[in-house]
């Protein structure tokens, strides 16, 4: 698969919680951390997600640190501005300072985190469009959008194309498949899954089991592979054990037959 012309892995990963939580550092496990990111990177995940909100930008910076011996432009990085930065200098100022924590030349992917209440969306999409222009970032896309929301972002970006749609989506969380998914294939938007493994409660699903036993696998795998017929899953892992398992779905893809299973269950 491609984005933002760079070929991406099937499967991403997440980032939150890496490096602190909401707005806050925690520096206490950083070389776990930059030691853990680079082992995803080795089992060939290439796509990373993150936000200037997680730990405050540490864990962006955390991502610079791991990245410094591999080459960038063969991994893609998307982060996320939150919706307190929406307007136009805010949003502005917010991509050059997630830019310099993350030490790269281009920001490959930048979404607008949440929707605000108060900002037009089509000021944010203004800023963005200035910001690609002035090559910051390479691609735009949103995040949390329902089907009006995506429809006025696609209608306030005359210059660039919404690429990406950030949404939770799992196979415990089907409701995106019934209007949003569709909605966003017919107009060429990709969809990034968030929490694609419901908290870990996927592997307690009898469907998933039964399939998993089938291929000889992990419910884990099983799940990511279900949600990656439709969207870009992003996992989270805190052991090199869970990026094993993660990264074993890369090995192999769902036949029809058992997609079609578990989706009509």
């Known amino acids: 698969m491609n984005l933002c012309d760079k070929k991406i892995s099937k499967i991403g990963f997440g980032t939150w919680k890496i490096g602190g939580g909401y707005w806050s550092a925690d520096r206490t496990r950083d070389p776990h951390w930059i030691d853990l990111l680079r082992y995803v990177m080795d089992r060939g995940i290439n796509l990373f997600d993150t936000a200037e909100m997680y730990g405050g930008g540490h864990t962006e910076e955390l991502l610079a640190q791991a990245l410094k011996q591999y080459d960038p432009e063969d991994f893609l990085v998307v982060t996320k501005v939150w919706n307190n930065h929406l307007a136009y200098e805010e949003l502005i100022k917010s991509a ?31 800023a963005m469009e200035k910001l690609v222009e002035d090559g910051v970032i390479r691609c735009i896309g949103v995040s949390n959008f329902d089907v009006t929301l995506v429809q006025e972002a696609m209608e306030a970006s005359g210059k660039y194309q919404i690429e990406v749609n950030e949404i939770e989506y799992s196979y415990l969380k089907r409701d995106p498949e019934k209007e949003l998914i569709p909605f966003l294939r017919r107009n060429g938007i990709k969809v990034i899954a968030y929490t694609p493994l419901g908290r870990g409660d996927v592997a307690k699903d009898k469907g998933i089991q039964e399939i998993a036993n089938k291929y000889n696998s992990t419910p884990i795998q099983v799940a990511l592979n279900y949600v990656a017929r439709t969207a870009i899953p992003i996992p ?13 779905a890369l090995e192999w893809d769902l036949r029809d037959e058992d997609y079609n299973f578990l989706a009509s269950r």
């Open 96 to 126: 050059k300072a997630s830019l310099k924590r993350l030490g790269l030349k281009t920001i490959d992917l930048y979404l607008i985190h949440w929707p605000s209440p108060s900002v037009p969306i089509r000021e944010s999409i203004r």
């Open 236 to 248: 989270k892992a805190s052991t090199k054990a869970h990026v094993d398992d993660i990264a074993g």
